[in-house]
Protein backbone atom coordinates (compact mmCIF):
# COMPACT_ATOMS: atom_id res chain seq x y z
CA UNK A 1 0.00 0.00 0.00
CA UNK A 2 1.49 3.76 -1.01
CA UNK A 3 1.16 6.59 1.54
CA UNK A 4 -1.00 8.43 -0.87
CA UNK A 5 -3.94 5.54 -0.26
CA UNK A 6 -4.58 7.31 2.62
CA UNK A 7 -6.70 9.99 3.55
CA UNK A 8 -5.69 13.37 4.85
CA UNK A 9 -7.36 12.28 7.75
CA UNK A 10 -5.51 8.77 8.45
CA UNK A 11 -2.12 10.58 7.00
CA UNK A 12 -2.39 13.63 9.72
CA UNK A 13 -3.17 10.81 12.61
CA UNK A 14 0.11 9.03 11.24
CA UNK A 15 2.02 11.78 11.73
CA UNK A 16 0.66 12.73 15.26
CA UNK A 17 1.53 9.56 16.13
CA UNK A 18 5.23 9.95 14.79
CA UNK A 19 4.79 6.57 12.84
CA UNK A 20 5.99 9.23 9.79
CA UNK A 21 7.46 12.49 9.51
CA UNK A 22 6.44 15.47 6.90
CA UNK A 23 10.16 15.25 5.30
CA UNK A 24 9.10 11.50 4.85
CA UNK A 25 6.00 12.55 2.94
CA UNK A 26 7.61 14.97 0.77
CA UNK A 27 10.40 12.94 0.06
CA UNK A 28 8.01 9.85 -0.91
CA UNK A 29 6.22 12.32 -3.36
CA UNK A 30 9.30 12.75 -5.30
CA UNK A 31 10.15 9.41 -5.16
CA UNK A 32 7.19 8.64 -6.64
CA UNK A 33 7.68 11.39 -9.30
CA UNK A 34 11.12 10.30 -10.27
CA UNK A 35 9.68 6.44 -10.51
CA UNK A 36 6.72 7.43 -12.59
CA UNK A 37 7.05 10.84 -14.20
CA UNK A 38 8.95 9.55 -17.34
CA UNK A 39 5.84 7.89 -18.32
CA UNK A 40 3.19 9.65 -17.23
CA UNK A 41 5.02 13.36 -17.29
CA UNK A 42 2.66 14.87 -15.24
CA UNK A 43 4.95 18.02 -13.82
CA UNK A 44 6.47 20.44 -15.85
CA UNK A 45 8.59 22.17 -12.33
CA UNK A 46 9.37 20.82 -9.19
CA UNK A 47 9.66 22.37 -5.97
CA UNK A 48 12.06 20.01 -4.45
CA UNK A 49 14.59 21.98 -2.29
CA UNK A 50 11.67 24.55 -0.97
CA UNK A 51 9.47 22.20 -0.61
CA UNK A 52 11.82 20.04 1.89
CA UNK A 53 12.56 22.86 3.55
CA UNK A 54 9.33 23.87 4.76
CA UNK A 55 9.36 19.99 5.42
CA UNK A 56 11.49 20.35 7.69
CA UNK A 57 10.40 23.50 9.28
CA UNK A 58 6.99 21.73 9.87
CA UNK A 59 8.94 18.65 11.68
CA UNK A 60 10.80 21.19 13.88
CA UNK A 61 7.53 23.54 14.55
CA UNK A 62 5.29 20.07 15.82
CA UNK A 63 1.88 18.64 14.13
CA UNK A 64 -1.07 20.87 14.36
CA UNK A 65 -3.19 19.45 12.58
CA UNK A 66 -6.01 22.01 14.31
CA UNK A 67 -4.99 24.83 13.99
CA UNK A 68 -3.32 23.86 10.18
CA UNK A 69 -6.19 21.81 8.45
CA UNK A 70 -3.51 20.52 5.85
CA UNK A 71 -0.72 20.20 8.02
CA UNK A 72 2.22 18.62 6.11
CA UNK A 73 0.23 17.46 3.05
CA UNK A 74 2.08 17.16 -0.27
CA UNK A 75 0.08 18.90 -2.93
CA UNK A 76 0.79 19.80 -6.89
CA UNK A 77 -0.93 22.82 -8.34
CA UNK A 78 -1.97 23.43 -11.96
CA UNK A 79 0.33 25.47 -13.51
CA UNK A 80 -2.26 28.36 -14.63
CA UNK A 81 -2.04 29.13 -10.30
CA UNK A 82 0.19 31.60 -9.55
CA UNK A 83 2.86 31.10 -7.25
CA UNK A 84 5.69 33.26 -6.03
CA UNK A 85 9.03 32.35 -7.35
CA UNK A 86 8.09 29.45 -8.78
CA UNK A 87 8.02 29.13 -12.15
CA UNK A 88 4.06 29.44 -13.48
CA UNK A 89 3.53 29.16 -17.47
CA UNK A 90 0.32 28.01 -18.06
CA UNK A 91 2.18 25.56 -20.53
CA UNK A 92 2.50 28.42 -22.97
CA UNK A 93 5.81 29.56 -24.35
CA UNK A 94 4.92 33.16 -24.25
CA UNK A 95 5.69 32.73 -20.11
CA UNK A 96 7.86 29.64 -20.64
CA UNK A 97 10.61 31.89 -18.97
CA UNK A 98 8.34 33.36 -16.54
CA UNK A 99 10.81 32.02 -13.30
CA UNK A 100 9.72 34.50 -10.49
CA UNK A 101 6.47 35.45 -10.54
CA UNK A 102 5.50 38.52 -8.14
CA UNK A 103 3.12 37.21 -5.90
CA UNK A 104 0.36 34.18 -4.40
CA UNK A 105 -2.20 33.73 -5.37
CA UNK A 106 -5.07 33.38 -3.13
CA UNK A 107 -5.42 29.61 -2.90
CA UNK A 108 -1.81 29.97 -2.85
CA UNK A 109 -1.82 31.84 0.40
CA UNK A 110 -4.34 29.56 2.16
CA UNK A 111 -2.73 26.28 1.21
CA UNK A 112 0.57 27.77 2.74
CA UNK A 113 -1.12 29.38 6.04
CA UNK A 114 -3.07 25.62 6.42
CA UNK A 115 0.27 24.37 5.87
CA UNK A 116 0.27 22.55 3.20
CA UNK A 117 3.98 21.80 1.34
CA UNK A 118 3.64 22.54 -2.69
CA UNK A 119 5.50 19.63 -4.41
CA UNK A 120 5.68 21.10 -7.66
CA UNK A 121 3.63 23.03 -11.25
CA UNK A 122 1.76 20.77 -12.82
CA UNK A 123 1.20 20.36 -16.92
CA UNK A 124 -2.24 21.49 -18.78
CA UNK A 125 -3.46 22.51 -21.59
CA UNK A 126 -2.09 25.83 -23.13
CA UNK A 127 -3.41 28.41 -20.99
CA UNK A 128 -6.46 25.96 -20.03
CA UNK A 129 -7.60 25.45 -23.24
CA UNK A 130 -8.42 22.27 -24.18
CA UNK A 131 -9.50 18.43 -23.44
CA UNK A 132 -6.49 16.36 -23.60
CA UNK A 133 -3.70 18.14 -22.22
CA UNK A 134 -2.05 17.85 -25.64
CA UNK A 135 -2.30 21.46 -26.39
CA UNK A 136 0.72 22.11 -23.76
CA UNK A 137 3.61 23.85 -25.39
CA UNK A 138 6.00 21.74 -22.88
CA UNK A 139 5.09 18.01 -23.04
CA UNK A 140 2.35 14.73 -23.49
CA UNK A 141 0.93 13.92 -20.25
CA UNK A 142 -0.14 10.12 -20.35
CA UNK A 143 -3.01 8.63 -18.44
CA UNK A 144 -1.64 6.54 -15.91
CA UNK A 145 -4.10 3.74 -16.66
CA UNK A 146 -2.69 3.33 -20.00
CA UNK A 147 -0.30 5.86 -21.35
CA UNK A 148 -1.46 5.20 -24.71
CA UNK A 149 -4.09 7.39 -23.77
CA UNK A 150 -4.81 11.34 -22.87
CA UNK A 151 -5.66 11.90 -19.16
CA UNK A 152 -7.99 14.40 -20.59
CA UNK A 153 -7.80 18.22 -19.62
CA UNK A 154 -7.20 20.61 -19.48
CA UNK A 155 -6.02 20.01 -15.62
CA UNK A 156 -4.61 16.69 -17.27
CA UNK A 157 -1.56 17.03 -15.41
CA UNK A 158 -3.23 17.10 -11.94
CA UNK A 159 -5.50 14.58 -12.41
CA UNK A 160 -2.48 12.22 -13.86
CA UNK A 161 -0.26 12.93 -11.28
CA UNK A 162 -2.93 12.19 -8.44
CA UNK A 163 -3.80 9.26 -10.04
CA UNK A 164 -0.46 7.83 -10.70
CA UNK A 165 0.01 8.25 -6.74
CA UNK A 166 2.96 11.14 -7.13
CA UNK A 167 1.23 13.59 -5.31
CA UNK A 168 -1.88 12.71 -2.95
CA UNK A 169 -3.93 15.74 -3.97
CA UNK A 170 -4.10 18.44 -7.02
CA UNK A 171 -5.41 21.21 -7.56
CA UNK A 172 -6.54 22.15 -10.80
CA UNK A 173 -8.91 24.91 -12.80
CA UNK A 174 -12.40 24.17 -14.57
CA UNK A 175 -13.92 26.65 -17.37
CA UNK A 176 -16.00 24.32 -18.90
CA UNK A 177 -15.18 20.63 -17.40
CA UNK A 178 -11.27 21.15 -17.07
CA UNK A 179 -11.10 19.48 -13.52
CA UNK A 180 -14.11 16.90 -13.55
CA UNK A 181 -13.14 15.51 -17.27
CA UNK A 182 -9.64 14.38 -16.96
CA UNK A 183 -11.00 13.28 -13.38
CA UNK A 184 -13.32 11.17 -15.10
CA UNK A 185 -10.65 9.88 -17.34
CA UNK A 186 -7.85 9.44 -14.66
CA UNK A 187 -10.35 7.79 -12.46
CA UNK A 188 -10.17 10.17 -9.14
CA UNK A 189 -12.28 12.97 -7.95
CA UNK A 190 -12.56 16.12 -8.85
CA UNK A 191 -14.44 19.51 -7.83
CA UNK A 192 -15.61 22.69 -9.56
CA UNK A 193 -17.09 24.46 -6.87
CA UNK A 194 -19.59 27.25 -7.46
CA UNK A 195 -18.78 30.22 -9.37
CA UNK A 196 -17.48 33.02 -6.92
CA UNK A 197 -16.76 29.92 -4.40
CA UNK A 198 -12.89 29.92 -4.50
CA UNK A 199 -10.92 33.41 -5.12
CA UNK A 200 -9.94 33.44 -8.45
CA UNK A 201 -6.88 35.94 -7.92
CA UNK A 202 -3.91 34.68 -9.33
CA UNK A 203 -5.76 32.44 -11.83
CA UNK A 204 -4.29 33.15 -14.92
CA UNK A 205 -7.89 33.88 -16.37
CA UNK A 206 -9.03 32.08 -19.25
CA UNK A 207 -12.80 33.37 -19.36
CA UNK A 208 -13.45 34.90 -16.70
CA UNK A 209 -17.35 34.51 -16.02
CA UNK A 210 -16.80 30.59 -16.07
CA UNK A 211 -13.29 29.70 -14.43
CA UNK A 212 -13.38 28.40 -11.03
CA UNK A 213 -10.63 26.53 -9.21
CA UNK A 214 -11.20 23.08 -7.82
CA UNK A 215 -9.36 20.06 -6.09
CA UNK A 216 -8.37 16.97 -7.46
CA UNK A 217 -8.05 13.94 -5.22
CA UNK A 218 -8.48 10.44 -4.48
CA UNK A 219 -11.38 10.45 -2.12
CA UNK A 220 -14.37 12.50 -1.74
CA UNK A 221 -13.13 13.48 1.89
CA UNK A 222 -10.01 14.73 1.25
CA UNK A 223 -11.36 16.68 -1.73
CA UNK A 224 -14.26 18.16 0.93
CA UNK A 225 -10.79 18.85 3.48
CA UNK A 226 -9.03 20.79 0.45
CA UNK A 227 -12.38 22.60 -0.50
CA UNK A 228 -13.15 24.31 3.16
CA UNK A 229 -9.50 25.50 3.33
CA UNK A 230 -9.43 27.64 -0.32
CA UNK A 231 -12.81 28.48 -0.51
CA UNK A 232 -14.23 32.09 0.33
CA UNK A 233 -14.86 35.66 -0.01
CA UNK A 234 -11.62 37.25 -0.96
CA UNK A 235 -11.26 41.45 -1.37
CA UNK A 236 -8.47 40.58 -4.26
CA UNK A 237 -11.44 39.03 -5.91
CA UNK A 238 -14.76 41.09 -6.66
CA UNK A 239 -16.40 38.15 -7.91
CA UNK A 240 -15.87 35.92 -5.03
CA UNK A 241 -19.18 35.77 -2.88
CA UNK A 242 -19.95 36.80 0.17
CA UNK A 243 -21.01 33.36 1.57
CA UNK A 244 -20.30 31.21 4.13
CA UNK A 245 -18.12 28.38 3.91
CA UNK A 246 -19.51 25.07 5.52
CA UNK A 247 -17.25 22.27 6.72
CA UNK A 248 -17.55 20.49 3.73
CA UNK A 249 -15.89 17.32 5.37
CA UNK A 250 -19.03 17.17 8.27
CA UNK A 251 -20.91 16.96 5.18
CA UNK A 252 -20.49 13.61 4.87
CA UNK A 253 -23.08 11.54 6.60
CA UNK A 254 -23.39 8.29 4.43
CA UNK A 255 -27.22 9.34 4.67
CA UNK A 256 -29.03 9.43 0.97
CA UNK A 257 -32.65 8.66 2.64
CA UNK A 258 -35.34 10.30 0.61
CA UNK A 259 -32.52 12.60 -2.13
CA UNK A 260 -34.14 13.75 -4.92
CA UNK A 261 -31.81 13.12 -8.03
CA UNK A 262 -33.08 14.38 -11.30
CA UNK A 263 -31.39 12.56 -14.46
CA UNK A 264 -31.37 14.64 -17.35
CA UNK A 265 -32.73 12.67 -21.03
CA UNK A 266 -30.06 15.05 -22.82
CA UNK A 267 -27.32 13.58 -20.85
CA UNK A 268 -28.04 9.96 -22.33
CA UNK A 269 -28.65 11.10 -26.19
CA UNK A 270 -26.20 9.97 -28.87
CA UNK A 271 -22.91 10.17 -28.71
CA UNK A 272 -22.66 8.97 -25.12
CA UNK A 273 -21.30 5.79 -25.37
CA UNK A 274 -23.57 2.45 -24.23
CA UNK A 275 -21.03 1.16 -21.74
CA UNK A 276 -20.82 4.93 -19.94
CA UNK A 277 -24.65 4.96 -19.65
CA UNK A 278 -24.58 1.66 -18.18
CA UNK A 279 -22.26 2.30 -15.19
CA UNK A 280 -24.27 5.53 -14.46
CA UNK A 281 -27.16 3.78 -14.64
CA UNK A 282 -25.82 1.26 -12.16
CA UNK A 283 -24.84 3.92 -10.02
CA UNK A 284 -28.45 5.31 -9.94
CA UNK A 285 -29.52 1.91 -8.96
CA UNK A 286 -26.42 2.16 -6.01
CA UNK A 287 -28.02 5.56 -4.69
CA UNK A 288 -31.68 3.89 -5.03
CA UNK A 289 -30.34 1.02 -2.47
CA UNK A 290 -29.27 3.57 -0.15
CA UNK A 291 -33.04 5.23 -0.56
CA UNK A 292 -32.24 7.56 -2.97
CA UNK A 293 -34.60 8.65 -5.62
CA UNK A 294 -34.50 9.14 -9.07
CA UNK A 295 -36.40 10.59 -12.00
CA UNK A 296 -35.91 11.43 -15.67
CA UNK A 297 -36.15 15.62 -16.30
CA UNK A 298 -35.45 17.64 -19.57
CA UNK A 299 -32.87 20.36 -19.59
CA UNK A 300 -34.29 21.22 -23.29
CA UNK A 301 -31.12 23.75 -24.01
CA UNK A 302 -28.58 21.43 -23.02
CA UNK A 303 -27.64 21.12 -26.82
CA UNK A 304 -27.05 24.44 -26.96
CA UNK A 305 -24.13 24.47 -24.14
CA UNK A 306 -21.36 24.09 -26.62
CA UNK A 307 -22.11 26.53 -29.38
CA UNK A 308 -22.90 29.21 -26.28
CA UNK A 309 -19.39 27.91 -24.36
CA UNK A 310 -17.37 28.55 -27.14
CA UNK A 311 -18.52 32.19 -28.57
CA UNK A 312 -18.53 33.01 -24.95
CA UNK A 313 -14.93 31.46 -23.64
CA UNK A 314 -13.51 32.33 -26.69
CA UNK A 315 -14.89 36.23 -26.75
CA UNK A 316 -13.54 36.24 -22.89
CA UNK A 317 -10.31 34.69 -23.58
CA UNK A 318 -9.43 37.04 -26.18
CA UNK A 319 -9.69 39.68 -23.61
CA UNK A 320 -7.83 38.37 -21.55
CA UNK A 321 -4.76 37.06 -23.23
CA UNK A 322 -4.58 40.72 -24.70
CA UNK A 323 -2.16 41.47 -21.86
CA UNK A 324 0.56 38.95 -22.92
CA UNK A 325 2.34 41.80 -24.93
CA UNK A 326 5.68 41.14 -24.53
CA UNK A 327 6.19 44.35 -22.45
CA UNK A 328 5.91 43.78 -18.92
CA UNK A 329 6.96 39.97 -18.63
CA UNK A 330 6.81 36.73 -20.63
CA UNK A 331 8.80 36.46 -23.90
CA UNK A 332 9.18 39.03 -26.58
CA UNK A 333 10.09 38.09 -29.80
CA UNK A 334 13.36 39.13 -31.26
CA UNK A 335 12.61 39.91 -34.39
CA UNK A 336 10.67 42.52 -33.60
CA UNK A 337 11.47 46.10 -35.46
CA UNK A 338 8.78 48.59 -34.11
CA UNK A 339 6.13 48.07 -31.22
CA UNK A 340 3.05 46.49 -33.28
CA UNK A 341 6.31 44.31 -35.01
CA UNK A 342 6.94 43.05 -31.22
CA UNK A 343 3.36 42.89 -30.06
CA UNK A 344 2.04 40.72 -33.27
CA UNK A 345 5.10 38.47 -33.19
CA UNK A 346 5.68 38.53 -29.73
CA UNK A 347 2.23 36.68 -29.45
CA UNK A 348 2.06 34.20 -32.88
CA UNK A 349 5.61 33.38 -31.64
CA UNK A 350 4.70 32.55 -28.32
CA UNK A 351 1.06 30.93 -28.78
CA UNK A 352 -0.11 27.75 -29.83
CA UNK A 353 -2.54 26.47 -32.66
CA UNK A 354 -5.61 26.13 -30.10
CA UNK A 355 -4.86 29.45 -28.09
CA UNK A 356 -4.55 31.58 -31.51
CA UNK A 357 -7.94 30.13 -32.59
CA UNK A 358 -9.87 30.87 -29.61
CA UNK A 359 -8.69 34.25 -29.30
CA UNK A 360 -9.10 34.73 -33.39
CA UNK A 361 -12.66 33.15 -32.51
CA UNK A 362 -13.63 35.43 -29.91
CA UNK A 363 -11.69 38.52 -31.61
CA UNK A 364 -14.35 38.12 -34.13
CA UNK A 365 -16.96 37.27 -31.74
CA UNK A 366 -16.62 40.42 -30.02
CA UNK A 367 -15.78 42.64 -33.28
CA UNK A 368 -17.96 45.89 -34.46
CA UNK A 369 -20.97 44.65 -36.80
CA UNK A 370 -20.72 40.56 -34.97
CA UNK A 371 -21.15 41.38 -31.33
CA UNK A 372 -24.54 41.09 -31.10
CA UNK A 373 -25.38 38.28 -33.76
CA UNK A 374 -22.67 36.19 -31.36
CA UNK A 375 -21.78 37.14 -28.55
CA UNK A 376 -24.83 38.71 -26.89
CA UNK A 377 -26.88 35.91 -28.35
CA UNK A 378 -24.75 33.23 -26.83
CA UNK A 379 -25.42 34.88 -23.46
CA UNK A 380 -28.89 35.11 -24.07
CA UNK A 381 -28.75 31.78 -24.52
CA UNK A 382 -26.76 30.94 -21.29
CA UNK A 383 -30.04 32.06 -19.23
CA UNK A 384 -32.06 30.02 -20.76
CA UNK A 385 -29.80 27.01 -19.76
CA UNK A 386 -28.90 28.61 -16.67
CA UNK A 387 -33.22 28.65 -15.84
CA UNK A 388 -33.17 24.93 -16.99
CA UNK A 389 -31.37 24.19 -14.05
CA UNK A 390 -32.93 26.48 -12.04
CA UNK A 391 -36.56 24.66 -13.04
CA UNK A 392 -34.91 21.50 -11.93
CA UNK A 393 -33.81 22.68 -8.62
CA UNK A 394 -36.86 23.90 -7.68
CA UNK A 395 -38.01 19.96 -7.45
CA UNK A 396 -34.64 17.96 -7.28
CA UNK A 397 -31.63 18.06 -4.51
CA UNK A 398 -29.06 16.81 -7.56
CA UNK A 399 -28.63 16.28 -11.08
CA UNK A 400 -26.51 13.22 -11.95
CA UNK A 401 -25.13 11.78 -15.41
CA UNK A 402 -21.87 10.76 -16.82
CA UNK A 403 -19.14 13.45 -16.58
CA UNK A 404 -18.17 13.10 -20.33
CA UNK A 405 -19.76 11.06 -23.02
CA UNK A 406 -17.08 8.68 -23.42
CA UNK A 407 -13.72 7.08 -21.64
CA UNK A 408 -10.52 8.58 -22.32
CA UNK A 409 -9.55 8.13 -25.95
CA UNK A 410 -5.88 7.89 -27.43
CA UNK A 411 -3.22 10.04 -27.62
CA UNK A 412 -3.10 12.07 -31.28
CA UNK A 413 -6.79 10.46 -32.37
CA UNK A 414 -8.78 13.79 -32.01
CA UNK A 415 -6.22 16.88 -31.74
CA UNK A 416 -6.84 18.08 -35.54
CA UNK A 417 -10.28 18.44 -35.18
CA UNK A 418 -11.75 21.13 -32.83
CA UNK A 419 -15.12 20.60 -33.12
CA UNK A 420 -15.33 16.50 -32.28
CA UNK A 421 -12.26 18.17 -29.16
CA UNK A 422 -14.99 20.29 -28.29
CA UNK A 423 -18.24 17.92 -28.58
CA UNK A 424 -16.12 15.98 -25.60
CA UNK A 425 -16.77 18.34 -23.14
CA UNK A 426 -21.24 18.36 -23.90
CA UNK A 427 -21.95 17.30 -20.61
CA UNK A 428 -19.73 19.35 -17.92
CA UNK A 429 -20.00 22.80 -20.06
CA UNK A 430 -23.39 23.53 -18.86
CA UNK A 431 -22.68 23.61 -15.03
CA UNK A 432 -20.18 26.14 -15.51
CA UNK A 433 -22.23 28.17 -18.02
CA UNK A 434 -24.90 27.97 -15.24
CA UNK A 435 -22.47 28.47 -12.00
CA UNK A 436 -23.68 25.51 -10.39
CA UNK A 437 -20.93 23.47 -8.42
CA UNK A 438 -20.25 19.78 -9.91
CA UNK A 439 -18.19 16.58 -9.00
CA UNK A 440 -16.86 13.47 -10.78
CA UNK A 441 -16.54 10.57 -8.66
CA UNK A 442 -15.18 6.86 -10.54
CA UNK A 443 -18.48 4.90 -11.11
CA UNK A 444 -16.33 2.08 -13.20
CA UNK A 445 -14.34 0.45 -16.12
CA UNK A 446 -14.85 0.25 -19.77
CA UNK A 447 -15.12 -3.41 -20.46
CA UNK A 448 -13.62 -2.62 -23.93
CA UNK A 449 -10.16 -0.24 -22.98
CA UNK A 450 -10.47 -0.81 -19.17
CA UNK A 451 -10.31 3.20 -19.20
CA UNK A 452 -12.08 4.69 -15.64
CA UNK A 453 -15.42 6.08 -16.10
CA UNK A 454 -16.90 8.90 -14.43
CA UNK A 455 -19.93 9.93 -12.19
CA UNK A 456 -21.00 13.79 -12.56
CA UNK A 457 -23.36 14.89 -9.62
CA UNK A 458 -24.07 18.70 -9.81
CA UNK A 459 -25.83 20.57 -7.23
CA UNK A 460 -27.71 23.95 -6.47
CA UNK A 461 -25.61 27.41 -6.26
CA UNK A 462 -23.20 26.91 -2.91
CA UNK A 463 -24.65 23.46 -1.63
CA UNK A 464 -21.43 22.00 -2.63
CA UNK A 465 -22.23 20.07 1.06
CA UNK A 466 -24.85 18.17 -0.63
CA UNK A 467 -22.65 17.05 -3.50
CA UNK A 468 -19.96 16.29 -1.52
CA UNK A 469 -22.67 13.92 0.39
CA UNK A 470 -24.13 12.39 -2.67
CA UNK A 471 -20.60 11.62 -4.09
CA UNK A 472 -19.49 10.77 -0.71
CA UNK A 473 -21.94 8.23 -0.20
CA UNK A 474 -21.98 6.63 -3.47
CA UNK A 475 -18.07 5.97 -3.48
CA UNK A 476 -18.13 4.41 -0.47
CA UNK A 477 -21.10 1.96 -1.46
CA UNK A 478 -19.00 1.14 -4.86
CA UNK A 479 -15.57 1.33 -3.78
CA UNK A 480 -14.07 2.43 -6.96
CA UNK A 481 -11.68 4.45 -5.11
CA UNK A 482 -9.58 1.29 -4.15
CA UNK A 483 -8.84 0.70 -7.34
CA UNK A 484 -5.24 2.34 -8.82
CA UNK A 485 -3.51 2.16 -12.36
CA UNK A 486 -0.15 -0.12 -12.32
CA UNK A 487 2.50 1.74 -13.72
CA UNK A 488 5.71 0.65 -14.60
CA UNK A 489 4.87 -2.09 -17.47
CA UNK A 490 3.13 -4.50 -14.95
CA UNK A 491 -0.53 -4.15 -16.19
CA UNK B 1 -24.28 29.94 -44.44
CA UNK B 2 -21.44 32.58 -43.16
CA UNK B 3 -18.22 31.91 -44.69
CA UNK B 4 -15.40 34.37 -43.08
CA UNK B 5 -13.60 35.39 -45.93
CA UNK B 6 -9.54 35.39 -45.41
CA UNK B 7 -9.73 39.12 -45.61
CA UNK B 8 -12.02 39.32 -42.71
CA UNK B 9 -9.36 37.02 -41.09
CA UNK B 10 -6.80 39.04 -41.53
CA UNK B 11 -8.59 41.53 -40.17
CA UNK B 12 -9.21 39.97 -37.04
CA UNK B 13 -5.69 39.12 -36.68
CA UNK B 14 -4.63 42.34 -36.87
CA UNK B 15 -7.37 43.58 -34.21
CA UNK B 16 -6.00 40.66 -31.90
CA UNK B 17 -2.68 41.34 -32.56
CA UNK B 18 -1.32 38.28 -34.26
CA UNK B 19 1.17 38.20 -37.18
CA UNK B 20 -0.39 35.20 -39.63
CA UNK B 21 0.93 33.68 -42.66
CA UNK B 22 -1.41 33.52 -45.97
CA UNK B 23 -1.26 29.85 -45.19
CA UNK B 24 -3.06 30.37 -42.01
CA UNK B 25 -5.57 32.93 -43.33
CA UNK B 26 -6.66 30.19 -44.97
CA UNK B 27 -6.76 27.70 -42.93
CA UNK B 28 -8.04 30.01 -40.14
CA UNK B 29 -10.79 30.88 -42.83
CA UNK B 30 -11.87 27.21 -43.13
CA UNK B 31 -11.36 26.55 -39.06
CA UNK B 32 -13.47 29.96 -37.88
CA UNK B 33 -15.80 29.32 -40.77
CA UNK B 34 -16.84 25.90 -39.31
CA UNK B 35 -17.15 26.93 -36.08
CA UNK B 36 -19.72 29.71 -36.73
CA UNK B 37 -21.91 27.41 -38.75
CA UNK B 38 -21.75 25.62 -36.11
CA UNK B 39 -22.59 27.96 -33.38
CA UNK B 40 -25.34 29.51 -35.84
CA UNK B 41 -28.13 26.96 -34.41
CA UNK B 42 -28.33 29.32 -31.30
CA UNK B 43 -30.62 30.69 -33.58
CA UNK B 44 -33.37 28.06 -33.69
CA UNK B 45 -33.75 29.96 -30.65
CA UNK B 46 -35.72 32.93 -30.02
CA UNK B 47 -33.93 35.10 -27.43
CA UNK B 48 -35.69 38.44 -28.04
CA UNK B 49 -36.95 38.69 -24.57
CA UNK B 50 -34.26 37.23 -22.97
CA UNK B 51 -31.61 38.95 -20.73
CA UNK B 52 -28.07 37.72 -21.63
CA UNK B 53 -25.75 36.64 -18.76
CA UNK B 54 -22.65 37.90 -18.28
CA UNK B 55 -22.02 37.01 -14.68
CA UNK B 56 -24.40 33.92 -13.18
CA UNK B 57 -23.96 35.63 -9.52
CA UNK B 58 -26.57 38.59 -8.25
CA UNK B 59 -23.88 40.89 -6.84
CA UNK B 60 -23.21 44.25 -8.45
CA UNK B 61 -20.87 46.98 -7.62
CA UNK B 62 -18.35 44.91 -4.98
CA UNK B 63 -16.33 47.97 -3.57
CA UNK B 64 -13.57 47.81 -1.18
CA UNK B 65 -12.28 50.93 0.58
CA UNK B 66 -10.08 52.68 -1.49
CA UNK B 67 -6.66 52.84 0.58
CA UNK B 68 -3.06 52.55 -0.74
CA UNK B 69 -1.25 49.44 0.36
CA UNK B 70 2.17 47.98 -0.10
CA UNK B 71 1.88 45.57 -3.12
CA UNK B 72 5.02 44.95 -5.23
CA UNK B 73 7.90 47.85 -5.55
CA UNK B 74 9.62 48.96 -8.81
CA UNK B 75 12.39 46.75 -8.82
CA UNK B 76 9.89 43.90 -8.62
CA UNK B 77 7.61 45.10 -11.56
CA UNK B 78 10.84 45.32 -13.62
CA UNK B 79 12.32 41.99 -12.43
CA UNK B 80 10.61 40.09 -15.27
CA UNK B 81 10.57 42.55 -18.16
CA UNK B 82 12.20 41.68 -21.53
CA UNK B 83 13.82 45.11 -21.55
CA UNK B 84 14.21 47.96 -19.28
CA UNK B 85 16.08 51.11 -18.73
CA UNK B 86 15.91 54.03 -16.05
CA UNK B 87 13.54 51.79 -14.01
CA UNK B 88 10.92 51.91 -16.74
CA UNK B 89 9.66 49.03 -19.40
CA UNK B 90 11.62 49.52 -22.72
CA UNK B 91 10.07 48.82 -26.09
CA UNK B 92 11.42 49.28 -29.46
CA UNK B 93 10.41 52.75 -30.94
CA UNK B 94 6.74 53.58 -31.91
CA UNK B 95 7.41 56.01 -34.59
CA UNK B 96 9.93 56.04 -37.59
Not at chain 1, 68 to 95: E, H, W
Not at chain 1, 170 to 199: E, H, I, N
Amino acid sequence: MSLFDYTIKELQEKLNHKEITVTYLVKESYKQIRETDDEVQAFLTLNEEEALKQAQELDEAGVDAEQFPLFGMPIGIKDNIVTKGIRTTCASQILSNLDDPLYDATVMTKLKNAKAVNIGKLNMDEFAMGSSTENSSMKTTRNPWNTDYVPGGSSGGSAASVAAGQVPFALGSDTGGSVRQPASYCGVVGMKPTYGRVSRFGLVAFASSLDQIGPITRTVEDNARILEVIAGQDEMDSTSANVEVPKYSEALTGDVKGLKIAVPKEYFREGVDEKVKESVRAALKVLEEQGAEWEEVSLPHSKYAVATYYMIASSEASANLARFDGVRYGKRSENAKDMMDMFKLSRSEGFGEEVKRRIMLGTFALSSGYYDAYYKKAQQVRTLIKQDFEQIFEKYDVVIGPTAPTTAFKVGEKIDDPLTMYANDIITIPVNLAGVPGISVPCGFHPDNQMPIGLQIIGKHFDESTVYRVAHAYEQAAGYYKEKPQLGGAK
Amino acid sequence: MSKISKDQVKHVANLARLAITEKEAEKYSEQLSDIIDFSEQLNELDTSNVEPTTHVLDMKNVLRKDEPKEWISKEDALKNAPDQQDGQFKVPSILD
